[in-house]
């Protein structure tokens, strides 16, 4: 099964944003097993939709376009399907009087060519869109298509959150059960941090070299680590869970502490359940990284049943007079130690954690770039410093820096009160 | 003049990573007034990077083709190259000693197959890749080409700092001179921040409508506002110059102070460079953005000039604890100024600001979701509060919210000392 992908939108072609949606989708194909060999992007023109649409499906099984679904008159994708398929457009009653419920339920005025939505070509059947007002259209084409029927088209609104769910629930299953194979498919990520994707791949080399149901794929995200993802397919949820359940039991204990969290997790909201399952409080004390440990943590909702705050000591007097750091060398792990302590002191918090080192361009105390220390101040445990050398630049550091700084936190809560080793 | 895209990358079909280059190519080649009509991405396939080019050049007058150029075997955008112009690939000993003098400089060892980008295809021009070893190609087809001679394709490396200078330095003026326009083009952006596109474009409706050399466009940016890019085309650099320099004037006094900087200044490095002139130092207190303030501030290189730090007061004990405020409401005027004037105090620096608000998902204080107090306190002025209600969900309050603080902050800097207004 091959699904090729057409972005449609002039403000894509104009580099006016970014296409972001084919990546999107193309992860989601790659995880059912199914190729993709080409994208393109054209732009709103009914001519140049329908040329795109015809050297696609020559070579593909079946194309997903995006965008193009809109009610206003540069929006031609409906049009450019009627006219690939050879069939006419038709209004449909059912989704005329959903349109008109979803702008009356707004209160709002609806201009007639939003009623172009519910226009769909002969013989299409629609995909339901629960956040907007255009639904997504599957058309098979017929024999109006010549050497083309049989074949299938996707077309789905170029908003993302229109587009993810149809995609989810509509096109994929579909796709899926026109491969022959079963109804059902569910994934599940398992989120790695603190290991190259070459070591991760040795380390359960067997499981991805064995798979068949479910499969394996790895999906790499940058500082933020690298996904492993696991895909069932099955008759139905339950066997789907079950299948998921045996391969995330063994993944689990091969990767160990090198496993962070499941799929919507993230390195923050972890520490921050961790922290809260112990009622304990946690306080931040940046130097190089300048806020973004604080930043990442205050971005998941409900921080702040465990985040007191944190101190950005830039400048060594603060760090000295806020935090009472005395060592002579302020990048070093006598000084994280004592950020760390002191910003635990002067928050009332019950853990505190510090970061501090060179980000570069130049270096400081004669320390190269990228070299940085973490403090750590946990009850029961010793205060402890641990140092890094980062590599990359500036940015790279600083947000580098960060992660290390919350996986190190993450390490030691999960290690014995007592234990101080990593 | 059409010039489309090609990408090509297994990885991008995987969508494994996101296709930034063809975006920022599409400005650049809008900027110059050149069109795209097609985007394309294929795979490392050596048949298919030659059917896309066929295709596409029938079509275009030239593409741009993105990847396919390092030292492995994977990477076949030469080899596609020369099969499409009907001619042997050749290696150019100019290139080989250059690609062999890197590896020296570096101190690595050479890998023959790193020879490979030596090789291009016979009767094609090397772009010189001043940032790696793998040369950018120009190639005209010729008669072995068949019905696409006369046309041209220009391959540029996959990696965006690779990419970029060659695009700007190479690619844009070869276009440009083919296209029968003079030959420098330069462009320089106005950053403007706090006005929408179609009040932007309104105030200088005229400007836009009468271009024709500079000419005038906007590219949006998100939080971090709109640009105004006015584009040269001169017989020379002086000319081109001097065409830039009379429209910035105009442009400038009808943009007053919504225009906040030029080409790579951002609104930190803007912010910070006002407070280096008059010799001030900068603390910042964060409840609602928790960070991302002092993190954007600290992103410039050379911050510690200026920066002395921040408090994130995330709880409101530290907020009274650490910045001494007594305002009953943590979510209030008074109490963003108190913070404003705590943190100025804590961290000894002439400058202090401050902002408290509402991320949500819930109401705090009774407040709604988008409630946000700015606190400034400056020498020489009243302490001052400023409110706004922001629009969107958490992520976006916060980041809008902390963009909002720095602009005001250099409208405050702008402004007659003793003036409190706007």
């Known amino acids: 099964m091959r699904c090729d992908l057409l972005a449609v939108g002039t403000e894509l072609l104009l580099g006016q944003i970014v296409d972001t949606n ?25 001519e140049r939709i329908v040329t795109a649409l015809t050297e696609m499906l020559a070579r593909a099984d079946a194309v997903i376009v995006g965008g193009g679904l809109g009610p206003t008159q540069d929006d031609l994708t409906r049009e450019a399907l009627a006219r690939l398929a050879g069939v006419p457009l038709r209004r449909r009653p059912e989704l005329e009087a959903h349109i008109r419920e979803v702008f009356a339920a707004r209160g709002r005025e609806m201009a007639v060519s939003n009623l172009r939505q519910a226009d769909l070509p002969e013989g299409a059947a629609a995909i339901p869109n629960p956040f907007g007002t255009a639904p997504g259209i599957r058309l098979e084409l017929g024999s109006g298509a010549g050497s083309l029927a049989g074949k299938v088209v ?15 629930r509509h096109v994929l299953p579909d796709l899926v059960a026109r491969s022959g194979t079963p109804a059902v498919i569910r994934s ?12 991760l791949a040795e380390l359960i080399a067997d499981r991805v070299e064995a798979q068949t149901n479910p499969t394996i794929a790895f999906l790499a995200r940058g500082i933020e680590g690298i996904i492993v993802r696991i895909t069932a397919k099955a008759r139905d949820e339950r066997e789907a869970g079950a299948l998921l359940d045996a391969e995330e039991a063994v993944l689990r204990a091969r990767l160990g502490d090198l496993c962070f969290g499941r799929d919507d997790e993230t390195m923050e909201s972890v520490v921050l359940d961790r922290l809260a399952a112990r009622g304990w409080t946690l306080a931040v004390a940046e130097s190089v990284t300048g806020g973004l440990v604080t930043a990442r943590l205050t971005s998941v909702a409900g921080a702040s049943r465990v985040l007191r705050g944190g101190v950005v000591a830039y400048a060594t007097e603060v760090k000295r007079a806020v935090l009472g750091v005395r060592a002579e060398r302020v990048v070093s792990g006598p000084a994280a130690v004592e950020m760390a302590a002191g910003v635990r002191r002067a928050l009332g918090a019950d853990v505190g954690i510090a970061i501090t080192g060179v980000a570069g361009p130049e270096l400081q105390e004669g320390r190269p770039v990228g070299t940085v220390w973490f403090g750590l101040a ?8 641990v140092t890094v050398r980062l590599p990359g630049d500036r940015e790279r550091v600083r947000q580098f820096g960060a992660i290390s700084l919350l996986n190190l936190l993450r390490l030691r809560l999960d290690a014995d009160g007592g234990n101080p080793g990593p």
């Open 154 to 168: 996707y077309a789905v609104p170029g908003v993302p959150d229109e587009m993810r769910p149809m995609v989810t």
């Open 188 to 199: 599940r990520s398992l989120r790695t941090w603190g290991v190259a994707e070459s070591a």
């Open 378 to 385: 946990l009850p029961g445990r010793p205060e402890e410093s």
């Open 22 to 46: 084919s990546a999107w989708i193309a992860t989601q194909l790659a995880a059912m097993g199914i190729d993709t060999m080409e994208q393109r992007t054209v732009g709103d023109n009914e």
